[in-house]
């Protein structure tokens, strides 16, 4: 008589464990691929207050600046160069970011309203004409950015809010922070660099 393997326990036993571990990796499986799927699709990778201070451009000034607020009309005009002096009689220094980073993108389109031609030919044109007082100095990275204006009495600039210390004063921009409802300037996630 031939040798039955569905009546030996011994292979209904192996066959059960094989079932389960076959179950158990398609579950491991479907959960790294899940959160993989969902992590980087809808970034749920990263936790809430991350993305929103990632999203957030804060206006930032040196610590002795006794500005603590400005009207949008107010920062465009200092960023577009036809403020030189604050209300203290100190020199205003505009810093930016170099060409390539999404801050800059968005203060080109949220403050200046322009693109980086119309952005350039601004500052050639008011600077040849006199009428900037102001040409912006452009530094290649968030930090070098946060330094410049620690160290320079009437530098005004911005950071990702993710970015600001305690080296660096935060101002209002139509009397909201960044974070607070309604706030206006807004940068996408950041990506590698």
Sequence with gaps: MPWDCRSDSRFKNLMQMLRRAHVLLILVCAALLGRALLGSSFGFAQAPEQSATERNLAIVVNLSNPVNGLAMADLRRVFLGERGHWQNGRRITLVMLERGWPERDAVLSGIYHMDESEFNN?????????????????????????????????????????????????IRIDERLPGDKGYKLHVPPRENR
């Design 122 to 170: 601004h500052f050639l044109h008011g600077l040849f004409t006199g009428e900037v007082f102001v040409s912006p100095k452009t530094l290649s990275t968030p930090e070098g950015v946060r330094k410049f204006i620690f160290n320079v009495p009437g530098a005004i600039g911005y950071l990702r809010a993710s970015d600001v210390d305690k080296t660096v004063k935060v």
